[in-house]
């Protein structure tokens, strides 16, 4: 099993649309979780952290199920701009975070 | 000053040469990260200087040579690459403290091309 997995996607979806990706891992020791966006042929961006009770910043909301070793990422009213690559990031307990393979995802007008 | 600077953001660069990517942060982070992107793959690890100890990731080829003179800089020491080497190389800092990390900050990368 891989330390990281994501669906790659890609995930097509019309404008105004909710998406929702999954990400799961395996070291059940895992105490950091991040959701990155890439843009193509650009360096990822923080987009939000995961915290043990979920957390939300505006259309975006980030849950953790520890007992099921994944984290989701939610997409309300999808944008153009929301267009990207999302990448889940876990501490897999050596000193390092190990990046998923990312999720495409187009939003189309 | 931007978080992460890296320099240069091009290289081209042939079989022969020897070459030094920079990265240099300014936002008193303790852990210092090189990772690697090739085409439609995900980013891989390569090195890791957290706390002043290297870890590093043990398929990295020795043509590879990593460098952290202090823990604001690192470089990336290149010599006789491959083709397949070519990649878009990211330099990342975070704080780290035990099995707790903050969220990395990623410089703009180098864009590498070995002919």
């Known amino acids: 099993r891989k330390e990281v997995e994501q669906d790659p996607g890609p995930f097509n979806v019309p404008e105004g649309a909710t998406v929702a990706f999954n990400c799961t891992y395996s070291?059940?020791?895992?105490?950091?979780f991040f959701w990155y966006r890439q843009d193509c042929r650009k360096e990822p961006k923080l987009l939000m952290s995961v915290y043990s009770s979920g957390n939300e910043d505006g259309r975006f909301t980030a849950q953790l199920n520890r007992a099921s070793q994944y984290i989701s990422l939610l997409i309300r009213d999808s944008k153009l701009s929301d267009s990207a690559t999302y990448l889940c990031?876990?501490?897999?307990?050596?000193?390092?975070?190990?990046f998923g393979s990312g999720t495409r995802l187009q939003v189309q007008p | 000053e931007t978080g992460v600077t890296q320099t240069p953001r091009h290289l081209v660069m042939g079989m022969t040469n020897k070459k030094s990517l920079k990265c240099e942060q300014h936002?008193?982070?303790?852990?210092m990260y090189w990772y690697k992107q090739s085409a439609k793959k995900p980013l891989e690890l390569m090195f890791v200087?957290?706390?002043?100890?290297?870890?590093e990731n043990n398929s990295v080829p020795s043509r590879f040579s990593p460098e952290c003179p202090n823990s604001s800089h690192l470089f990336l020491h290149l010599h006789t690459l491959q083709p397949e080497d070519s990649a878009l190389y990211l330099c990342?800092?975070?704080?780290?403290?035990?099995?707790?990390?903050?969220?990395?900050?990623f410089g703009n990368g180098t864009r590498l091309t070995v002919t």
């Open positions: 990031v876990v501490n897999t307990g050596r000193r390092a975070l190990t």
């Open positions: 990342a800092s975070s704080q780290t403290q035990g099995n707790w990390d903050s969220p990395l900050h």
């Open positions: 200087y957290s706390l002043e100890e290297r870890v």
């Open positions: 070291n059940s020791a895992s105490q950091s």
């Open positions: 936002l008193g982070h303790n852990a």
